[in-house]
């Protein structure tokens, strides 16, 4: 009985050793420096637009500082809704994360009935990245050179000027909600997947106006190709101060002031969200990358705790939903 005992021992032996081996090797894995493989940060707008540009140079810094490849990929459509679905369906590794706006988060959760995601337990907050001021932008086939007279000629036509959007419930439709809302005009909407082709049909008068983010449309204005009438935010756009605002232009109180932030999936261990939070707040502190990033592209940054952000979406949810509703927006 010893003998047969000491024999089945002996056979196992090489079975429990490799076993043993694997518990280690899982062990020295699991023990590696975050991030040891390539990070995707998924952009949940098409390439060209405000999104798009922040992401890439937010990945291009977490990069430099990790020694590690950050790619980012575009999943559009659906008014951020497949972005957000692949990245709530992702592993919550810290391998995956999400660039987006405000609207994944705010805006659809008031819009629709259901979503492929849940906009309060699917994700954690890591950081707004930047506010974003955005700009009125007018075709030239247009008659108007103010606000006012903006106004004056929605009011002699409802209905017929038309506005291009970055998606149903994005800031660009609610700002332009906000500005019918306290004008008392009616403007048609015509919803696009992002801000490039928005654009692209706005310089051919297919549309009339649009709300787009000052960066992206700056040098086409100081080049004369643009005409912008104000810019939406509470304040000026530091980098075209000549442009007032449209509280100042003649609708007091208007602020369509927006945001853009980063996110991880669900279960994402605290130690990675506290690492990556850390070394965004590096990268956005580099004067270069300031200088030769944030201020051409007119990004402002707003680096935040984790818990600072996720109160300051659950205060938007409830700001932006009184205006959905008082539109009667409903997402299909």
């Not at 008659?143 to 007279?149: A, F, K, M, T, Y």
Request: net charge positive; aromatic share 6%.
């Amino acid at each position: 009985m010893i003998w047969a005992t000491m024999t089945a021992c002996v056979r196992a032996a090489p079975r429990m050793a490799a076993i043993a081996s694997a518990v280690m090797f899982a062990g020295v894995a699991s023990a590696q420096p975050y991030p040891s493989k390539p990070v995707r940060i998924i952009c949940t707008f098409a390439a060209g637009g405000t999104t798009d540009v922040l992401a890439r140079g937010v990945a291009r810094q977490l990069s430099e500082i990790w020694g590690q490849q950050v790619v980012v990929e575009n999943r559009a459509g659906a008014n951020t809704q497949i972005g957000a679905e692949h990245v709530a369906k992702s592993a919550g590794d810290g391998y995956t994360l999400m660039v987006t706006s405000e609207g994944t988060f705010v805006m659809n959760p008031n819009l629709y009935d259901k979503l492929p995601y849940d906009a309060e337990t699917d994700f954690i907050p890591i950081t707004t990245l930047i506010e974003l001021k955005q700009v009125l932008i007018v075709s030239p086939k247009v008659p108007v050179n103010s606000i006012r007279e903006l106004v004056e000629l929605a009011r002699q036509q409802p209905g017929k000027l038309t506005y291009g959007t970055t998606g149903l419930g994005s800031s660009s439709h609610l700002n332009m909600e906000m500005l019918q809302n306290m004008a008392q005009v009616k403007l048609t909407a015509v919803h696009y997947r992002g801000a490039a082709q928005a654009l692209t049909d706005l310089h051919g008068g297919h549309i009339d106006m649009i709300f787009a983010a000052a960066g992206i449309v700056a040098e086409q204005y100081r080049a004369g190709t643009l005409k912008i009438l104000a810019t939406g935010s509470r304040t000026r756009v530091a980098g075209l101060p000549d442009l007032p605002t449209i509280a100042e232009a003649g609708l007091p109180g208007f602020d369509g002031t927006s945001w853009f932030g980063l996110f991880a999936p669900r279960g994402t261990p605290a130690e990675i969200v506290a690492k990556i939070h850390a070394d965004v707040r590096k990268g956005f502190d580099n004067a270069a990358f300031r200088k030769s990033f944030l201020e051409p592209n007119m990004l402002e940054p707003n680096i935040v705790a984790p818990d600072v952000f996720a109160r300051s979406i659950n205060d938007g949810r409830e700001r932006w939903g009184k205006i959905i509703r008082a539109a009667g927006l409903k997402g299909t």
